[in-house]
């Protein structure tokens, strides 16, 4: 019989090089467009709410798609997925470089739209199909694979925007889109060829996922993922702009945001493996907590009376980094882990669900993120300390709910343990007092037994002395002698 090759560990390694690779593309290409994309497009006319509007409709398009591919995937099958969202969003990214030749500002607009929003659908297409591929292959260290990985999406992340730039100052608006878009396309049909196929028609995944929306912590974790990707975009827009007070120069700043990058990039895979080693839930906590903290080192929180300087700007980020890692590395884990707690399924349909709702929740924290700061900040009292004081207090309020499940489960199983402890206590004590009892009142008769044994002995003496009975001297010797020896006694 020939072995299952997608247990080999040659297999293993190779498949997850492709899917790091892929997510360093994918990266690169989202934040390509930083440097010159608002520059150039402002020149036709557009205004800032439309250009917000043509990045917010990506993570849109993906919070939408991802629970429906998250559903497809057992039935098309993972490779096929991978095949068709690559070329989908490389060919759209093709297409996008060919907008700078429309002059019209409305028809720019409305096709800008329509294939980032594309962008959004292939990009959910693959990315679902590969969380997915990462969970069946990888069951034992889901969150050290994605440490792994996460570390090329950090690497894409930084690298795009200076690639972007290079290519632009080469050959126009066109070059990074074509560029870029062209080895997507083209890498496409490889990826897809040394990725398992993975199908699984046997399970209806309408029904996992009905399971799934009726577990509340499953709530909790997408809600978790949510808020820390909403302060995550909240920093990118407005941070660069609070800290411009420190009179840098774009350049400095640019350093300045590859400090956390830097730092997630490094840690991640230690997080995963010690996710891995120790739970998931403690983790998902932990970064929440330390999340908090450091939005409110960012500003520094007013409360504080600290100004603003370059180390603490220094350190709040590197612990933002490390909390962002303590979040996102297990989070993806302990949500198929309490999936397979609830009897929901351990199998490639569990994980293509659970791996839509996943990437929905991170979708919705890109798209309320910007929203929820500018519509803070705008506020004239707050401003950025406040508002990134407020968004930290939030993040602490949902790890109290994500701890109180946890220990009210713990409250649980101790309250029951401690319940037939006390019961087989109570039985225990119960018969030892009975014992103490039953040796009490022997030992009460017994000294009864005692005394009436003196006081006839004291009587019968008397009785002698007095003349009253007569003895024979050896009835009176086997008579002093049965007494002495129950006075004895």
Not at 38 to 67: D, H
Not at 82 to 89: N, R
Not at 116 to 137: E, H, P
């Amino acid at each position: 019989m020939e072995p299952d090759k997608t247990q080999l560990p040659g297999y293993r390694m190779l498949t997850t090089v492709f899917l790091c690779l892929l997510s360093l593309i994918a990266q690169s290409l989202y934040s390509l467009l930083v440097p010159f994309f608002a520059t150039e497009v402002i020149k036709k006319g557009l205004s800032l709410n439309e250009i917000g509007f043509v990045y917010a409709v990506y993570p849109l398009a993906m919070f939408i798609s991802s629970p429906i591919f998250g559903l497809m995937v057992p039935s098309i099958g993972s490779r096929y997925m991978i095949w068709a969202g690559l070329t989908i969003e490389g060919g759209c990214s093709i297409l996008f470089g060919f907008l700078n030749w429309i002059s019209d500002k409305k028809i720019f607009l409305i096709l800008a739209i329509i294939l980032r929003f594309v962008q959004g659908l292939g990009a959910a297409c693959y990315i679902t199909a590969a969380y997915s591929i990462v969970a069946s292959l990888f069951r034992q260290s889901i969150a050290t694979t994605m440490g792994v990985i996460e570390t090329f999406s950090s690497l894409g992340y930084a690298i795009g925007p200076p690639i972007g730039g290079v290519l632009f100052t080469v050959g126009g608006f066109i070059l990074p889109f074509t560029i870029v878009g062209s080895f997507m396309v083209g890498m496409a049909p490889i990826v897809a060829y040394f990725i398992p196929v993975s199908k699984d028609e046997s399970v209806s995944t309408t029904k996992i996922m009905k399971k799934f929306c009726k577990i509340p912590y499953v709530y909790l974790i997408c809600i978790a993922v949510c808020l820390g990707i909403m302060t995550l975009t909240f920093l990118e827009i407005n941070y660069s702009i609070h800290i411009k007070k420190l009179n840098l120069t774009y350049l400095q700043i640019g350093m300045v945001f590859l400090i956390p990058a830097g730092t997630y990039a490094l840690i991640a895979i230690m997080t995963g493996m010690a996710a891995d080693r120790y739970g998931y839930r403690q983790f998902v906590v932990a970064g929440l907590i330390i999340m908090a903290i450091s939005l409110q080192l960012l500003a520094p929180a007013p409360y504080w009376k600290i100004p603003l300087n370059m180390r603490l700007v220094v350190i709040g980020l590197i612990i933002y980094a490390i909390g962002t890692n303590f979040l996102f590395m297990p989070s993806f884990a302990e949500l198929l882990s309490v999936a397979a707690n609830k009897n929901i399924g351990d199998n490639l349909a569990t994980y293509s669900v659970g791996s839509g709702l996943f990437k929905a929740a991170q979708a919705l924290g890109l798209i309320i993120g910007p929203i929820v700061g500018e519509a803070l900040i705008a506020v004239p009292k707050l401003g950025f300390p406040w508002t990134s004081s407020l968004l930290g207090y939030i993040l602490f309020a949902h790890r109290l709910q994500l701890f109180s499940v946890a220990t009210f489960k713990a409250i649980k199983l101790i309250t029951t343990e401690c319940l037939t402890l006390s019961k087989w206590a109570l039985v225990i004590s119960c018969y030892l007092l009975y014992e103490k009892c039953k040796s009490k009142r022997k030992l009460q008769s017994d000294e009864i037994d005692d005394e009436t044994r003196q006081t006839l002995l004291k009587q019968k003496i008397t009785k002698e002395t007095s003349g009253d009975v007569t003895y024979s001297t050896s009835d009176s010797t086997e008579y002093v002698s049965k007494a002495t020896n129950a006075m004895e006694k």
